[in-house]
Every structure is written in structure tokens, then in C-alpha cells.
């Protein structure tokens, strides 16, 4: 089974920076293992539904950001370490949000992937004004 779990997320005032990290376990009933997952980032605010933020596919040279977050935010993939990193920059009030990672089993890390098929729990993210 495949287990994602999120870290990094916190209280940041306007313009600051946040590192989220989402560390990748296990394997699949195939025996796929991370080398091969694509990963993703979404978002959910309160009151909102989820949306995609940022992707890295499995070889980790695409990379693919929504347009709110294009450059601001930078995602990386340590295959060394089984995690992917989301490197926040000049934070605004409207990314708080919960942070989830997921990953995407066509290796894409595209937003419209239907790959996307284990989840991690979540990590929140406020940013105040």
C-alpha cells in the first residue's frame, strides 16, 4: 500500500514562505514504488473544492503549476529520500488553505490525471493578513 504523509504547513504572515514536504512509503499491489509516481499538490480552501497547485512527473524534469501560484511556488522531487517538496514563496491570504499530496500513478503529475489514486491526510496552510 502506498501511504503519503504531509509536513511543513503552519501560520505565515503576507509575503512570507512555507516548505511543504510529502513523504512517499510502500509500494503498489504491482509493486510499483516511487521512482515511477507522478506527484501532485492540491489545495482545498474552506468552503471551496480542491484544486490542483503543482506536479512533477516521475522523472522530475516536468513540472507543471496552476496559474495562481506560477511563480511563486516550486516543486522538486528527492527520489533519494522518496519525497517531493513544495517551496511556497510570497504567500497571499487567498493560499490558505489544506495542503494535500497525492500520487499520480500514470507518472504525469498533470492536473487533469485520472492517476491520481492515494492520498495523504493533509497538511494546513494559513497565511494572515
Known amino acids: 500500500q502506498v501511504q503519503l504523509v504531509e509536513s511543513g504547513g503552519g501560520l505565515v504572515q503576507v509575503g512570507g514562505s512555507l516548505s511543504l514536504s510529502c513523504d512517499v512509503s510502500g509500494s503498489t499491489p504491482s509493486g510499483r514504488t516511487f521512482d515511477s509516481f507522478g506527484v501532485g499538490w492540491f489545495r482545498q480552501a474552506p468552503g471551496k473544492e480542491r484544486s490542483f497547485v503543482a506536479g512533477?512527473?516521475?522523472?522530475?524534469?516536468?513540472?507543471t503549476y496552476a496559474d495562481p501560484v506560477k511563480g511563486r511556488f516550486t516543486i522538486s522531487r528527492d527520489d533519494a529520500k522518496n519525497t517531493v517538496h513544495l517551496q511556497m514563496n510570497s504567500l497571499k491570504p487567498e493560499d490558505t488553505a489544506d495542503y494535500y499530496c497525492a500520487v499520480d500513478l500514470t507518472g504525469s503529475g498533470l492536473a487533469r490525471s485520472t492517476g491520481y489514486k492515494f492520498w495523504g491526510q493533509g497538511t494546513q496552510v494559513t497565511v494572515s493578513s
Open positions: 512533477v512527473g516521475w522523472s522530475g524534469k516536468s513540472t
